[in-house]
């Protein structure tokens, strides 16, 4: 199982288990739980994230009101731009790296919409209704269960 993560950055494969154990979140308590269980846990974004990043902290230290309102405006100017560079990247790095006979899970942002953009060979299931913690819906997918959005490869 690959486990595609928002936010988290392409990466070493050392960088990204060191920020999973330093991230103390209910989500990344489920990650480090899956990798535990073997999993891999893969980073899914580049500089875009990065670019927003910096668009957002430039709003919060903005010494006056137009200094502020200039940095708003400049990321409502290209947010949309850099949500799109984000899903492209994600679906790049999912159609590389997810291979044929694997599953995927994929913890991601509402606003993100990549399944119009992923191999024809990968089938993307999201159910309309999640019950139970995050790693009750993990266990399930785990036991090949309906649970929370992911995608498993599969020749058609």
């Known amino acids: 199982m690959r ?3 928002d936010v988290l950055l392409d990466t070493t494969p050392e960088s990204v ?9 209910q989500n990344y308590a489920a990650l480090r739980w899956l990798q535990e269980k073997g999993a891999t846990i893969m980073g899914t974004e580049g ?3 990065l670019e927003e990043y910096h668009s957002l902290q430039a709003i919060v230290i903005a010494t006056d009101e137009e200094s502020r309102r200039d940095a708003l405006l400049n ?8 949500l799109e560079e984000r899903d492209l990247y994600m679906v790049a790095r999912i159609n590389s790296t997810l291979h044929e006979g694997e599953v995927g899970l994929l913890f991601r942002g509402a606003e993100h919409n990549i399944t119009r953009y992923l191999d024809q060979d990968i ?4 159910p309309e209704t999640l019950e139970g913690s995050l790693l009750e ?3 399930e997918v785990e036991r090949g269960l309906k649970g929370p959005a992911y ?3 599969e020749r058609v």
């Open 75 to 82: 990321y409502h100017l290209k947010k949309d731009q850099l």
């Open 17 to 25: 288990k060191r920020i999973i154990a330093e991230t103390h979140t």
């Open 151 to 153: 995608i498993g490869k």
């Open 123 to 126: 089938r993307c299931c999201t």
């Open 47 to 49: 500089s875009a994230l």
């Open 137 to 139: 819906i993990v266990s």
């Open 3 to 5: 486990v595609y993560q």
